[in-house]
């Protein structure tokens, strides 16, 4: 009966403590719901993870993102206010910059507690130039979490 | 001969005499043959007012136990107050007895969710009640014995409103701050909980408890738009089931009593498998 008393009182404690968790303190989700682009190289057919040894991006008009930075997945941040957002893209130093245009619909969310409101993205169009990239390939048109990958960027060997 | 005939009567009476008190003395031997007797009389006597006793039962042996209505308040709440500054509610418990260990449960409470920070504002509000029974597993020392060790089920049923009068989301990249507001919303919410606890009479009718309880949440009360903070009575709104924890100050207003039976102690009869 002792212990019986015991395991009752260890479970009002451990009870107690997760009773006590204020969920407005802790921001568990980021708010910043990225977009998540991953590099691939087309050889004839076969294709490969690739990583680009010179990466600047920016959206026009804005501060540089990546400044000539080794890198296999980049994050393009989405205007919350715009329906569309474009960026300058340049692999390598050598190579013939792109532009992306991103076209897409908002929805405002509430994240959780901690964190409060963020925006989602639902993408509906992507335009890009072909200097360097070979093409593009829509992998979740629907921007929630940036540990989703949501386009894929090919490019040619050379 | 007549001198002769006084001393054989003499004689005689004097031999039945030591014959009488010679049958006296065995006839108090007797006596006490008949006590030890009677002392084993006495032992079947006792043997047989046992049995009475296990048999008196079945015919009119009950007596009253305590009754009444438990009022109290949870303290739990001025704690919970502490770490959720935005949390303030007021829960009243309360429960009847129906029989020997069978209870009727009720809660009830107002809850007010005041909430602000730099991302955004919010209000809310609403009562609750809980309606369910509780067994209490604890054997009884005496009749009158109120102490509790129970188990529960309730039922939950809280209807509330909140709405966010302002948010605004920031992004540091574009510099852009997006406003705006989500109008009130009204919500009702229903779950179930089971309950495990101890009530303790520290005082007479005056009782002190704790207990834990796992409350799972029956409805979905998120929209796509938002989700609420508290749901009164139940906890945070963006959970499916909690875990929470009473402690419990009540008052016990004895104004009925219930009659209470003997339980019927007679072994059960073996069922003879027919063959």
Avoid at chain 1, 26 to 40: A, E, P, S, Y
Avoid at chain 1, 55 to 70: E, F, M, P, W
Avoid at chain 2, 105 to 111: I, L, Q, V
Avoid at chain 2, 216 to 237: A, H, M, Q, R, Y
């Amino acid at each position: 009966m002792k212990s019986i008393y015991q395991i009752l009182l260890t479970c009002f404690i451990f009870a107690g403590i997760i009773a006590c968790e204020n969920e407005t303190k802790v921001c568990d989700q980021t708010l910043r719901n990225d977009l998540h682009t991953h590099f691939k190289r087309d050889s004839t057919g076969i294709l490969r993870d690739t990583t680009m040894p010179k990466v600047t991006a920016y959206a026009l008009g804005r501060d540089t993102i990546y400044k000539n930075q080794a890198l296999s997945d980049l994050y393009f941040q989405l205007s919350p206010v715009a329906d569309s957002s474009r960026f300058y893209l340049k692999v390598d130093s050598a190579a013939i910059a792109d532009t992306i245009t991103f076209r897409y619909s908002r929805v405002k969310r509430f994240i959780s507690p901690g964190c409060g409101f963020g925006t989602y993205f639902n993408l509906d169009t992507i335009i890009a130039t072909t200097h360097t990239i070979s093409y593009l390939q829509i992998n979740n048109k629907s921007v929630i979490s940036s540990n989703d990958t949501h386009l894929l960027l090919y490019f040619r060997v050379r | 001969m007549t001198r002769i005939f006084c001393y054989i009567s003499v004689l005689g009476s004097i031999l039945f005499s030591i014959a009488a008190v010679a049958q006296i003395k065995p006839a108090a031997v007797k006596t006490d043959t008949l006590h030890k007797a009677i002392k084993a009389d006495t032992t079947h006597k006792m043997v047989a007012d046992t049995t009475r006793k296990l048999i008196l039962p079945h015919k009119d042996s009950s007596w009253y136990i305590p009754g009444g209505i438990r009022v109290g308040l949870d303290l739990s709440r001025i704690v919970s107050a502490i770490y959720y500054p935005y949390r303030k509610e007021v829960t009243v418990v309360a429960d009847a007895r129906i029989n020997s260990n069978l209870y009727a449960a009720f809660e009830g409470g107002f809850t007010s969710t005041p909430y602000s920070d730099t991302n955004y504002t919010y209000k809310g509000s609403g009562v609750f009640v809980t309606l369910g029974v509780d067994y209490n597993f604890l054997k009884r020392q005496y009749p009158s014995e109120k102490n509790m060790f129970y188990g529960g089920i309730r039922y939950g049923f809280s209807h509330f409103s909140y709405e966010v009068p302002s948010y605004n989301i920031k992004n540091t990249y574009w510099g852009d701050h997006l406003t705006g507001s989500v109008p009130k919303t009204n919500v009702n919410a229903h779950w179930v909980e089971l309950v495990v606890g101890l009530k303790a009479e520290v005082l007479k009718n005056f009782f002190m408890g704790w207990n834990i309880r796992e409350r799972i949440l029956i409805n979905n009360v998120k929209t796509d738009e938002i989700t609420p903070l508290v749901i009164p009575g139940f906890g945070s709104g963006s959970k499916k089931s909690v875990f929470d924890v009473q402690y419990t100050i009540s008052y016990v207003i004895p104004f009925y009593r219930l009659k209470e039976h003997a339980p019927d102690l007679e072994p059960k009869k073996k069922k003879i498998p027919k063959r």
